[in-house]
């Protein structure tokens, strides 16, 4: 059986896009100085690339994946959170747990979503990102065999907090770093993905963020 992460994307290029987005996420929630003081887990970190630039930014790194990746700077782990939850205990709390394009493969995602906000520490962040469903359509989202559950922006908002966690953040969030600056590109953005709808879900990020948006949710433990 082939590397799943290897099959969907190793022939694509790397690109500066997940270093940027990292980055801009750590500035939405004002952690931009944090040096070695927080913790953080990549939960299905595939390539690796977003990992990277967390241990870049000075954040102690681990990582969670079907696929094993060694990650400078980071401790890695072969794990099927699908299968098994998050290896650890109550007490090893992360101050912040990543997860893009992720929760879409889960046959129980709602499963997935209490052990991460279980593994938070009280005031830790949870950022989720998926495609919703409503905007990529079925038909695209099935054209990858390896998505299970479609979310809405809603149903995204909504698992995480049936999961005790509280909403900083839900909105559609197009992958075209132009638009975080300038969110009056957001409206010309919708446009463009209404007239021109997706035929099936690019693998490309440079491509796919121009025609359609993330569900983009940011959660806190209460304190």
Known sequence: MRDYVDLTYGSLPRTDYPAKLVRYMLERIHWTDCGHSKKMLDVGYGRGEHLEEFVAQGLKCDGLDSCHRDIPGAHTETWDVDENGLPWSDEDWFDLIWCKSVLEHMYRPDGLVLEMARSLAPGGVLITMTPPVERCGLKAFYAEFQHHHPFTLEGLRSIHQWAGLDILEARYFFQVPITWRHR???????????????????????????????????????E
């Open 184 to 222: 009056w590109l957001l409206p010309l953005m919708m446009a463009v993905h209404h007239l021109t709808p997706l035929k099936r879900w690019s693998k490309s990020v440079e491509f796919a963020g121009w025609r359609a948006p993330m569900a983009l949710v940011v959660a806190r433990k209460p």
